[in-house]
């Protein structure tokens, strides 16, 4: 006969697996409704659903914020996942064009992770980090995850890159900032400048560095031998061990340094000042058609914050034969470029990422010259018109916004667009497009804008990628 008590205890049985059911079913309507609301929703339910974090307890979410954490949070564990792998990739590298590929996305997938960690981190404990600056530091995530797998394709080890570049990063990272962006509100926007034309993010004394005659240098590069270093990354790595973390001034004095420079993305603060674009030229020639990626072909790139650049020209001498041969590649948030120069033919200045500002800058190129997925303004610039090679067309922009959330573009504002001296005498041959689509969400404005005589009516393209 069974007893009162047994009765009570199946009872409360019954009703622990009932309510803990009711939960379980509570928790996933909660789960499904957020994630419908992403892009992607399938591996958003995946992850919420069967991923165990620390911080993620199974109760219900019950605001966006709380949602974007999670997000994030998933997208840092799969990129380190993916990062890890690519490290164990390494030993079976065949070929120099497999081990270029991956040695970009190991970098990649380093500056992925830092700009995850700071948005997450931001967001959480520093008042001064807004809404906007997550989705620009997120929008570089994405960013650096596409020109991961745009290197393998250039140079065509696509199989062999694939594998450790999963979709279900990029689509984490868009889910984040498609989440961010409902958070976004007016006081978010930062496009506001001062009246000496800089925005705001530029300091008094950043400007008075920027307007100055003469600046008091930390260290001197000079190829005669009468500085600290007779090269540029010399003088870089010795900065980038130093203890303060204030603004950093090297002077690069009259010459031409044949060499490939990296600021690193933990070497803050640094303003490169030359002695004006006719003097202080820093050049190499890497190329696709040599063996590297357009990423990192770049004769100089640029990863820490707040770099400065004065005075300066960056060359690529590989020729117009040799395909893309960037001089600057830039992912260096809110950083300045003053009075530069920027030579190359196809791929000349890669805007990757970030917030960037270009003024009084002189910019050369044929193909695709001005290209990237930054938040980037170019002002008071004097863009110049190459002589490509025969068939050819020369495309001036090719911004590469892949996602409908990412916070990019190209700005060309009250600059001017002149055929170069080369291009002048046979100027009816080629034609000239203003820009083109590389991706799917690619946007730039030009106004204010003086278009020279380029043989016919110049145009925005809509030619396809490559």
């Not at 020109?147 to 889910?175: H, Q, Y």
Request: hydrophobic share 35%; proline share 3%; net charge positive.
């Amino acid at each position: 006969m069974v007893t009162k008590g047994r009765l009570f205890l199946t009872f409360i049985l019954l009703c622990s697996i009932f309510f803990t059911a009711l939960s379980k079913s509570s928790y996933s309507k909660n789960i499904n409704w957020w994630c419908n609301k992403t892009p992607h929703p399938e591996p958003c339910k995946h992850y919420m659903k069967h991923r165990q974090h620390p911080h993620h307890h199974r109760s219900k979410l019950k605001h966006r914020a709380e949602f974007r954490k999670l997000m994030m949070e998933f997208a840092i564990d799969r990129v380190l996942i993916s990062q890890r792998q690519a490290k164990e990739h390494v030993q079976n590298c065949q070929s120099n064009h497999q081990k270029a590929a991956l040695k970009d996305c190991l970098k990649l997938y380093d500056n992925t992770v830092f700009q995850l960690n700071r948005t997450l981190h931001g967001l959480q404990t520093n008042r001064s980090c807004s809404n906007f600056d997550a989705q620009t530091w997120l929008s570089t995530a994405l960013t650096n995850i596409e020109t991961c797998r745009t290197g393998s394709l250039e140079l065509n080890v696509s199989d062999f890159i694939t594998p450790i570049t999963g979709k279900n990063i990029s689509e984490l990272i868009s889910n984040s900032l498609a989440i961010n962006q409902g958070l976004l509100n007016i006081q978010d926007k930062e496009n506001n400048y001062t009246e000496e034309y800089f925005p705001t993010w530029v300091s008094k004394h950043e400007r008075r560095l920027l307007l100055s005659p003469s600046i008091k240098a930390n260290l001197v590069v000079a190829k005669d031998g009468s500085g600290h270093f007779k090269t540029v990354q010399a003088a870089l790595n010795l900065a980038g061990r130093r203890r303060g973390t204030g603004r950093f001034v090297i002077h690069v004095k009259k010459g031409v340094y044949r060499e490939n420079i990296e600021v690193d993305k933990n070497n803050n603060n640094i303003m490169l000042v030359g002695d004006g674009i006719r003097n202080s030229i820093i050049t190499s020639s890497r190329s696709v058609q040599g063996g590297s990626t357009t990423y990192n072909s770049a004769t100089a790139g640029i990863d820490g914050l707040h770099f400065i650049a004065r005075g300066i020209t960056f060359s690529n001498i590989a020729g117009p034969l040799k395909g893309q041969a960037v001089a600057l590649r830039s992912a260096s948030d809110l950083s300045v470029f003053y009075g530069c120069a920027f030579q190359g033919y196809q791929d000349t200045l890669m805007v990757h990422s970030q917030r960037q500002f270009y003024k009084q800058c002189y910019i050369y190129g044929t193909i695709d010259f001005i290209f990237g997925n930054a938040a980037v303004v170019f002002q008071n610039c004097v863009i110049c018109v190459r002589r490509p090679l025969k068939g050819q067309a020369n495309v001036i922009t090719a911004q590469a916004r892949n996602d409908p959330f990412q916070n990019t573009g190209i700005s060309i504002h009250n600059c001017q667009i002149r055929a170069a001296k080369d291009l002048i005498p046979v100027v009816r041959n080629f034609r000239t497009y203003l820009g083109r689509p590389w991706m799917q969400y690619s946007r730039t404005v030009i106004m204010q804008t003086y278009l020279d005589s380029l043989g016919e009516p110049i145009r925005m393209g809509s030619m396809a990628p490559n």
